[in-house]
């Protein structure tokens, strides 16, 4: 297996703009995290899916934030509109139960 | 609501010396113990992990504590290597959930030469 995969790794961008980050999780894992990462606040929890269903949201930071996750092999998390504080590397993971495997991460820049 | 405190935030030893990384739970009903590492760069991986039924768990240079009445847990890493330089943190099930965790903030490991 490719392990979790996340696209794009880097992405720039200009305040106002729509960013839309992507995973695929690891095929047969039923839980699905998105996590924010940054220096000031650390390792945050966005929002955890379980077979496709969002189970807690509340780390989602505002109504900018939305997360999707159609089929169980595709989760999207897009922010509308960008701000410079959403700067930060925005980590997907999955898990079948105990351990969570992370994908890469996307480094987002916004300007 | 659940909390999971680590300590320290920095912690600098010298190669070859041992280190230990402490973290403390509120949840009683937390049933599962990971810590991952995170080397500059890279994403978080699991480095040992262990379950509210064992006391201790060892895997080379590295071993994980529990002790469930004073809700806390520990990593400790003997002989300590340049390569064991990163970011290590820990978690803790949320509930008896197998799936959501608590995060600890983090330590920073910086091994001297």
């Known amino acids: 297996d490719a392990g979790v995969i996340q696209s794009p790794r880097h992405e720039v961008t200009e305040m106002g703009q729509e960013v839309t980050l992507r995973c695929k999780p690891i095929s047969g894992h039923n839980s699905l995290f998105w996590y924010r990462q940054t220096m000031m606040r650390g390792l945050e929890l966005l929002i955890y899916?379980?077979?496709?269903?969002?189970?807690?949201d509340s780390g989602m930071p505002e109504d900018r934030f939305s997360a999707k996750m159609p089929n169980a092999s595709f989760s999207t998390l897009k922010i509308q509109p960008s701000e410079p504080r959403d700067s930060a590397v925005y980590f997907c993971?999955?898990?079948?139960?105990?351990?969570?495997?992370f994908g890469p991460g996307t480094r987002l820049t916004v300007l | 609501g659940e909390n999971v405190e680590q300590h320290p935030s920095t912690l600098s030893v010298q190669e070859g010396d041992s280190a230990v990384i402490k973290c403390t739970y509120s949840?009683?009903?937390?049933?599962?113990f990971p810590w991952y590492k995170q080397e500059l760069g890279k994403r978080p991986q699991l480095i040992i992990d262990?379950?509210?039924n064992v006391g201790e768990k060892k895997d080379q240079r590295i071993a994980v504590t529990l002790n469930k009445t004073a809700k806390h847990f520990s990593l400790h890493i003997t002989e300590t290597q340049p390569e064991d330089s990163a970011v290590y943190f820990c978690a803790a099930s949320k509930g008896d959930s197998n799936y959501q965790l608590i995060w600890g903030a983090g330590t920073k490991l910086i091994i001297k030469p």
């Open positions: 262990i379950r509210s």
């Open positions: 899916f379980n077979n496709n269903v969002p189970i807690d």
């Open positions: 993971a999955s898990t079948r139960g105990g351990e969570q495997f």
């Open positions: 949840d009683s009903a937390s049933n599962y």
